[in-house]
């Protein structure tokens, strides 16, 4: 542990300052003399400081990382603070941040009045982007965000590989790759990409003590395929946000293409496959997603469980009925989430189990299965109708939008590319009313 010691700054004495002339013996010397004022002393802001919204003026500070298999109790016990006290910090902290849950290797800070030797504050940082502050005095337990900054991040580039490896060898995290196969997923077959196809993705990154902690959702993106593009321009309608094309026409559907996020298809629908298990060809009503055990599965749409349980060929699995045309089930969890049992309302994206291999199951994988008026139909060939385009109320509004975002677009170059891949679009001259 580092200890760093933080004193409030000594004023500058003008007395000394006056002597120092008569030192001199300057010709101008009684001239300032008389023109010398003995400032007032100001706490001002300016010399205070503040840790974690404390003002810690004056105080001592500890700053520590906590050690493999240390406790509250361990940690706050060399600086003096009574069992009484961390056994009622303990206690009313549960609903707020749980001590049990301190970890190793996170760190903390002690804080100290100059003329105590028990601790005042403790602080402990569960995340880049949060601390706990424990008021040891009031027995007062809250939580707060550290200031974080926004910056805008833009990427560009040509598919080589797969969309996964070459966004990420642009230094794209995982969580804008799943946003942009959710957006395109029901426009482009990311499985049969073609070399040279082109994206384009604007999003903004959260940075905390410089330090990237998390990204916010995509601003707007751009995609290429065989020679097609496809524009996701923002636009407000019915209050709510979303992105069409620049055409006018949804990206969003009533279903995500997939339960999982950006994954691998290891098996598809099918009326006569070898079964690996039972070892004979049989009908496979579903698709097959490879993931590793514990990959989350979320509901493709918004509907209600009608089952959450174990079968010996299904294993955990959960089934939800959207509406009186669709349902759709999730085979082989190595676990069902919490709270998800029959009757519970669920939102599109909603976490409902993860992946396993229970029931009769060769690895780790989802098998997913989707009704159609009471059958079940190939997942990967439905036509789901998407949602409302932009109405003619709107477009007028949507084309001064849409050349926003698309000059912005352009500006996003492509490693590579000689030239902007978009070209400047015009705005919508908006004619004047007449008298």
Not at 164 to 188: C, E, H, K, P, V
Not at 247 to 257: E, M, P, W
Not at 307 to 318: H, K, M, Q
Request: aromatic fraction near 12%.
């Amino acid at each position: 542990m580092k200890k760093i010691w933080i004193g409030i700054v000594a004023l500058v004495i003008t007395i000394g300052a006056a002597s120092s002339l008569q030192f001199f013996d300057l010709p101008f010397q009684k001239e300032k003399e008389a023109e010398i004022v003995e400032p007032p002393l100001i706490d001002s802001l300016e010399n205070q400081v503040f840790l974690y919204g404390i003002n810690v003026t004056g105080l001592n500070i500890v700053e520590g990382t906590v050690s493999k298999n240390q406790t509250l109790g361990s940690i706050l016990a060399p600086f003096n603070v009574p069992y009484q006290i961390i056994d009622q910090i303990a206690k009313k902290s549960k609903e707020i941040f749980d001590v049990r849950g301190i970890a190793a290797n996170k760190k903390f800070t002690v804080v100290t009045p100059a003329d105590s030797a028990q601790a005042a504050f403790f602080i402990y940082e569960p995340n880049p982007a949060e601390y706990v502050v424990f008021n040891l005095d009031s027995i007062d337990i809250y939580k707060a965000e550290k200031p974080a900054e926004f910056r805008t991040k833009e990427a560009g580039g040509i598919i080589n590989s797969n969309l996964s490896a070459d966004m990420t060898g642009l230094g794209i995290t995982y969580d804008i790759i799943d946003q942009f196969a959710d957006l395109y997923g029901w426009s482009i077959d990311f499985g049969a990409l073609q070399k040279g196809d082109k994206f384009k993705v604007s999003y903004q990154e959260k940075v905390i003590d410089g330090v990237v902690v998390g990204v916010s959702d995509i601003q707007t993106a751009f995609f290429e395929h065989k020679g097609t593009p496809y524009y996701a321009i923002p636009f407000e309608q019915n209050g709510e946000i979303a992105f069409f094309d620049q055409n006018g026409d949804s990206f969003k559907k009533a279903f995500l293409r997939d339960p999982l996020k950006y994954s691998r298809i290891s098996s598809r629908y099918s009326l006569k496959r070898f079964h690996p298990v039972q070892k004979r060809y049989k009908a496979h009503l579903g698709t097959d997603y490879a993931a590793p055990t514990g990959t989350e599965i979320r509901s493709v749409g918004e509907g209600t469980i009608t089952d959450a349980r174990y079968s010996s060929a299904n294993g955990n699995y959960v089934k939800i009925k959207h509406n009186g045309t669709y349902t759709t089930q999730y085979l082989h969890m190595s676990k069902i989430a919490k709270g998800i049992k029959p009757g519970t309302r669920i939102k599109q994206g909603q976490v409902i189990g993860y992946v396993g291999s229970t029931g009769l199951a060769t690895g780790p994988h989802l098998c997913f299965r989707f009704w159609k008026n009471g059958k079940q139909e190939d997942w990967l060939r439905e036509k789901i109708p998407p949602s409302e385009p932009i109405s003619s109320a709107n477009k007028l509004a949507f084309e001064s939008t849409k050349a926003e975002y698309m000059e912005r677009l352009a500006t996003i170059s492509i490693p590579g590319e000689p030239e902007t891949l978009v070209a400047e679009t015009p705005k919508p001259v908006i004619p004047a009313k007449s008298e």
